[in-house]
Nanobody, 124 residues
Framework: QVQLVESGGGLVQAGGSLRLSCAAS????????MGWFRQAPGKEREFIAR????????YYADSVKGRFTISRDNAKNTAYLQMNSLKPEDTAVYSC?????????????????WGQGTQVTVSS
């Protein structure tokens, strides 16, 4: 079992920055990959970013590449999503997820555990 708790969401103006955190507990954090997804009202869940279990490999959706950075601190059992140059279209509920198989890629169904989500609202 893995428990995930996100924090750091909020309201920010366009062009601003936010850093989301995802605190994990349960299984050893350094043994599984982590991903971030988001879901806006009326839209499907969207893959944002992924980081390997040791943090050596990252992958981003084209929509956030160059603006968002995923990272992890295995000593603190925490994953992060640094979001810069935010746009109104980034408004969504952001969730972190754990991929216990380490091969899930961008597919939400491959992630076994999910946090409750944190709201990010970007005003124009």
């Amino acid at each position: 079992q893995v428990q995930l708790v996100e924090s750091g969401g909020g309201l920010v103006q366009a062009g601003g920055s936010l850093r989301l955190s995802c605190a994990a507990s349960g299984r050893t954090f350094s043994t599984y990959a982590m991903g971030w997804f988001r879901q806006a009202p009326g839209k499907e869940r969207e893959f944002i970013a992924r980081i390997s279990w040791r943090g050596r490999s990252t992958y981003y959706a084209d929509s956030v590449k160059g603006r968002f950075t995923i990272s992890r601190d295995n000593a603190k059992n925490t994953a992060y999503l640094q979001m810069n140059s935010l746009k109104p279209e980034d408004t969504a509920v952001y969730s972190c997820a754990a991929d216990m198989s380490n091969v899930g890629g961008t597919i939400a169904a491959a992630y076994a555990y999910w946090g409750q989500g944190t709201q990010v609202t970007v005003s124009s």
